[in-house]
Nanobody, 122 residues
Framework: VQLQASGGGLVQAGGSMRLSCAASGRTFSTPAMGWFRQAPGKEREFVAAISRSGGGTYYADSVKGRFTISRDNAKNTAYLQMNSLKPEDTAVYYC????????????????WGQGTLVTVSS
């Protein structure tokens, strides 16, 4: 499975941005998709995840109510809509895929995409 993330960039605090993650290859083996992020000097942390059907989602407390994860299975693509961005959201965001949603949330990632940098200016 290959994951291609896109959509990062520079945005002012309070603004919005949408990240995309396009999956290719044996995508049926990794039904759960999600996003992690790593800020400078910090460990990589879970952000959001979604089940194949889209009926199951998980969010980190720090992004609940501001970020929304979704997916389009016809396009094998997951999205992360980020609203009300804060400077502390600045990080490299990584797309991830795995076999089980809860395992993915816990960090059991089968495949990683390349990171995309999101910078939120104050």
């Amino acid at each position: 499975v290959q994951l291609q993330a896109s959509g990062g960039g520079l945005v002012q605090a309070g603004g919005s941005m949408r990240l995309s993650c396009a999956a290719s290859g044996r995508t049926f083996s990794t039904p759960a998709m999600g996003w992690f992020r790593q800020a400078p000097g910090k460990e990589r942390e879970f952000v959001a995840a979604i089940s194949r059907s889209g009926g199951g989602t998980y969010y980190a407390d720090s992004v609940k109510g501001r970020f929304t994860i979704s997916r389009d299975n016809a396009k094998n693509t997951a999205y992360l809509q980020m609203n009300s961005l804060k400077p502390e959201d600045t990080a490299v965001y990584y797309c991830a895929a795995g076999g089980r949603l809860r395992s993915l949330v816990a960090g059991a990632v089968d495949y990683w995409g390349q990171g995309t940098l999101v910078t939120v200016s104050s």
